[in-house]
């Protein structure tokens, strides 16, 4: 799950239950705040952590996503008209990665569904959504709860995650299967995530057993802290769009911009000939004649930049919207809002004095984007079977 | 035995069809009638047994009826009588431009004629004439540049151009008139007196938007935007009375061979891809259509027949938003003896209204919406047996009335509709006294009743908001939640109180165009 | 003589100057007419938005600026409901007195905010110069704009009980939307105000008792840019031709302008003019701006004394004082709210009083009666929350604004009178009581000079 947008005034954040292991961890203390809890940006090195999760096992916290726990007999159904995850057909354990979309097809969130239980499921959004669920429970028996404040959450990530988990006691759910346990005497859960395109997992258990766990994870599973700037570089390269950041939610008070699945580079997450979802008949109406689409570009270039423009045959066509150095590939990896009519793969943008001029980029498949291009090619297939 | 043969037609699928319309009300019947003339196999289905909706004849006393639900007709879309050659179906007038005779508190009384022009232009006092007809034109104008945007599916593109186009004067007087109390914009136009009186409470009339708030002039363009007999503004009451419109929409939908079944309620909406494919009827069994044109309460349409998990959460907030505060209440009396002479038929041969003065108005409203029955109604009554000859019984009398404003009451228990009945009573009897001694039989009527009797819910019976706020509610109901193939054309598409047909005039074009466009269909 | 300008501001309060100020700074030719000086009672209850205070450049003239620390109403029986402008603390607060309905703050408050419709329809309400077709065009929206109308269109009432289930909560919402403007919960457009109630940031100015006030600063800062002052009463404001008005001055000077503004309501009654379709203009009512010197200081209520405070028992009593108010009487239970001055005085206010009062005999003006009848209320009200405050009470002053005289028949002013023939002068634009009077009548000078 990808965090929000930082807060734009930070107006004494809140500490979330990890707060004080994060503190006396965090060398470099360099703080931000999302959803107005305190993040540490980075704990020791950007470049550090980034290796740590790339090549072993990284924990962050990630307490300041929105969390709520759905009940009641159609929660499945009211989660399927919340986001457009396919509640009903997640088996106990499995979750689903989907959107919230407005009445006409526009964006508003990234959502995770996670079936705990037949009436029980794990609702995690970016940001909060209360009015939405609030509206959505209307004429269905399910019920939402906000437990943000009652829980943490830790995200273990990395090739050694299993590693850790089972060095502090804990199982590694399966393959996609979650699982929940007691570790002594404090109940968790643990649900497999990815993050970026690393394999992970996360643990929500009550925030009053925050700092024993993240103990235990840290002392016998040997797994280094990730701040919230290496965990972006790890999200642009998996192509993961960061509500916010690289779109803007369709209801965001005085924005003119909507974006659709297709335009933030998601359509698999929105495919129209899945159950019914909140503003799948307007997606209908927009989704064939897409304007814009959320690239990710790989930039010959050192520097990060984001609000460039970005030029395709010489042409101003976009911007871009966020970006960071890739230590794996020597290049920058940004997100470029285009338009959408250019079929180009060779891109340029403008880079900043001194040296004033351009340089090239070009297209960058990343996991998400390969998702997207697969599902378009399916999608294209059947269109050209009938 | 199996489920399937108990219950006639369970487990049937049936096809061929073109378009289904659910609900037999007038809209309904407009929206078939249109279908089938188009060529379209269209099945018309209706949950009770009456075709017809609020609007059908009942028997007070033997021998004497009375119309339920309307009992004039003022917006009737000239369209669709056109349209639907709804002369040749059966319509004709038994008073085709109806005065109007207002009472007020203070004895007084003012007699307008029904072609509004006419009588600005006959107006006694001459400061008040000239006043009331730079009124009238002004009003006139700017009604019918409205129309358009009281048919509810007209594209927003089309009246942005009309808007566009039209002169700056106009388009600054229609900011007013959309935007200002009914009051406001009286005073500017009108010395006091008992024209302004008159005007303000049909300003008030049947709507929830009271005269001295905002949006509340809207309520009288949209009056006046309607046309009958080639008269802006006018009323009529048609040979044997309202019910006659219903019964020649139906004579329409039948001659387009449209098939009427009554007594088959539809349980579901079958929305396949985001298509409307068809409807589950309540006693088992299905039938498939492209084209599904719904004419109930949006509530039931969209909450029930296809259920709260398959439609858009702001759609169904708008839709579901509205807490009705106000209605109106129906009497009808039947009275002992017949007015025989002329000059007392010539009084009673008119629309009788009795109009309470404006602070008493206010006060009103006040009340009803505070939930208590106010001291003060506004009075709508005609002598449907003096109007209309044929109705009328050989000893007996029918008075029917309208009373507003009243507190919209789900469930209103005996001592509440016996103090309404007497409130009622009292204002009638301020324009004509000792009434009380004559009545034989009484039949109040109020939101609950009508529903009750076409298994509504009350609230669709209850008085409209302002008309600006209909507009809104009317657009987003008429996206039908953009299932495509399902056009709606209920309560909450229509705007203004009354028999109307617009709505369903419009849903029925609207699915036509579509469907040719598409290639759908027929 | 006769002087031509492209703007003639009439009043003496804070919205007229910085109207004038901005606008002559804008590069028009500005008048403004301030008949009489009035001492300024309201003054601590002017709103200064940062805009307005960026482009007159106030820190120059040796102003600071605080906001308003928080919103407050004290319930019956002591129920006290804060909410504050941050969301954050507004949320923790909510969460301290055990309401229900934190969660959904941030989005009833965004919603709240993105009334697109209401606000294109507050401002084609209140004035469309140029273009008049702003409040009509309302029918040419799609589907998404027409479900934010009819939210907008309908009752504060209506959009509180939609959204949110406790009802201190909604009481307290209520009582600070709508409270200003005087209007009841169950009227249509009446959620204009919660729009508009959280469109704005409030901030204020409380000048200590040695500096400069605003008003004066602001009249400094008028005279600065050219604005030129006319101190005499007016006679008489007619049209002279059909984008011209003129305005008669008792001494025979007329004065012609292209648009005539009165920023507030309170000036224009004077006159006889008032705003002609506002929804949120609250016509039939008057306000009352009751000041109280305490004979010893007295803590402030929840120990701050820089919020607003409001008393209310019910949001539908709201609902109940406008009807008494047009009625002509003076509301039972009047609500009214109340601040305290920088040198501790509380000021008191309330839009619920009638405009004129109507007995036995028909309508009638206020009298002084009337008037220590409404002190004594008012006063009463403050005492039911701030039992103390009885014996402590040195003298009071009481200030009617926007009372009408009830035979004189009002000539209205705005959009919608182009080129007619009745009593109504499109030019000559009468804002109503608004949450933010000066943003509002910036706003709405901009748009008068951008409509030229």
Known sequence: MIFPAEDVIVDSPRATPLYAAAASASEANIWTSVNGWSLARVFTSVEKEYHAAKNSAAIADLGALSRWAVRGPEAAQFLSRITTAPAPRLGVGESARGLILDGDGGVLDLAEVSRLSDDLFLLTTPTAHARRLQLGARGVDALGEDICEAVAAIGVFGPRASEVLSAAGMKMPGEDVAASAVVRGVETAARPIQFGALPGVELIFPAADALTIWERLVRRGKAGPIGLDAMEILRIESGAPRPGVDFVAADHPGTTTRRTPAEIGLPHLAPLDRGWYNGRRGLRYVATRPERRLVTLSVDDERSMPGAAVYAGGKPVGRITSCAWSPAIKRVVAFADVARPVGAKDYEIAVPAPGEGRVAAKLYETPESALAKAFREAQDAVGNAR | MSDVQDKPGGGRIEGGIDAIVIGADAEGLTAAAYLGRAGYNTILLEAGVEIGGAVCARELSPGLSYVDGEHLISILDPAVIADLDLYRHGVSYAARCLDTAYFFEDGKTLQLGGDLQMAAAAFDDEEAGSAFQKFITDVFEAAAFCRPGFETAAPASDIEKAMRAAPRSLAARLNFFSLAPAQEVLDAYLPDGCLKTALLCEAGFRSAAAPHEPFSFMTLLRRWAGEIAGLQGACAYPQGGAVAVVTALRRAAQAAKVDIRAATGVASILIEQDHAAGVELEGGGQIRAPIIVAAGAARRVFMEMIGAANIDIGFQRAITAAQPQLASGHLHLSLKGVARDEKTRGHMNRRLVYAPPREALRRAFADARAGRVPDDLMIEAVFPDVLDEETGGDRMQLLSAIAHPLPFDENPNADRRAEIEKTILANIEKFAPDIEDRIKERALRLASDIAKSTSALAQDYAAPPSIIEQVALARVAGSAGYVSGLYFCGREARIGAGISCAAGRMAAKAALYEAKRGGRAA | ?452
């Open chain 3, 1 to 452: 003589m006769t002087a031509i300008f492209d703007l003639t501001v009439i009043g003496a309060d804070e919205a007229s100057f910085s109207a004038a100020a901005v606008a002559a700074r804008a590069g028009a030719s500005v008048a403004i007419i301030c008949p009489r000086k009035r001492k300024n009672m309201t003054a601590s209850f002017c709103d200064m938005p940062n805009f307005v205070w960026r482009r007159l450049d106030l820190h120059e003239y040796g102003l600071s600026l605080e906001r308003i620390s928080a919103r407050v109403t004290l319930g019956p029986d002591g129920a006290t409901v804060i909410t504050y402008e941050g969301a954050r603390e507004t949320k923790a607060a909510l969460v301290k007195s055990g309401h229900a309905d934190y969660l959904l703050w941030t989005d009833f408050v965004d919603e709240m905010k993105a009334l697109e419709a209401g606000r294109k329809l507050r401002d084609a309400a209140i004035a469309a110069p140029g273009n008049g077709d702003a409040g009509f065009s309302l029918f040419s929206g799609g589907v998404r704009e027409c479900a934010t109308l009819g939210q907008a269109t309908s009752s504060c009432t209506a959009a509180l009980d939609d959204y949110l289930g406790d009802d201190a909560l909604k009481t307290h919402i209520a009582a600070h939307a709508l409270g200003p403007s005087g209007l009841g919960g169950a009227e249509p457009g009446s959620a204009l105000a919660l729009s508009e109630f959280f469109d704005e940031h409030a901030w204020r100015v409380r000048p200590d008792e040695s500096g400069p006030s605003l008003l004066s600063t602001l009249e400094t800062a008028c005279k600065d840019c050219g604005v030129e002052f006319f101190t005499k009463d007016i006679a008489e404001i007619a049209r002279d031709s059909a984008r011209q008005v003129v305005v008669s001055l008792v001494d025979g000077e007329k004065i012609k302008a292209r648009y005539v503004l009165f920023a507030s309501p309170g000036a224009a009654q004077k006159t006889g003019m008032r705003a002609s379709v506002c929804p949120l203009a609250g016509h039939g009512a008057a306000t009352a701006v009751l000041r109280i010197t305490l004979k010893r200081p007295m803590p402030p209520v929840a120990s701050d004394d820089k919020a607003v405070f409001q008393i209310l028992d019910d949001a539908g009593d709201l609902q109940v004082a406008r009807d008494a108010a047009l009625d002509g009487r003076l509301p039972e239970s009047l609500p009214v709210e109340f601040e305290y001055a920088a040198n501790g005085d509380i000021i008191v206010r309330t839009s619920y009083c009638p405009a004129s009062f109507r007995d036995d005999d028909g309508w009638r003006e206020w009298t002084g009666q009337d008037r220590q009848a409404a002190a004594r209320r008012m006063t009463d009200q403050l005492a039911s929350r701030i039992p103390e405050l009885s014996a402590n009470v040195r003298k009071t002053k009481i200030e009617i604004i926007g009372a009408a005289s009830p035979d004189r028949a009002p000539v209205f002013a705005g959009p919608g009178f182009v080129g007619q023939g009745w009593a109504g002068i499109e030019n000559v634009i009468v804002q109503p009581n608004r949450h933010n009077a000066v943003a509002a009548a910036v706003r709405l000078v901009d748009r008068i000079l951008a409509g030229e």
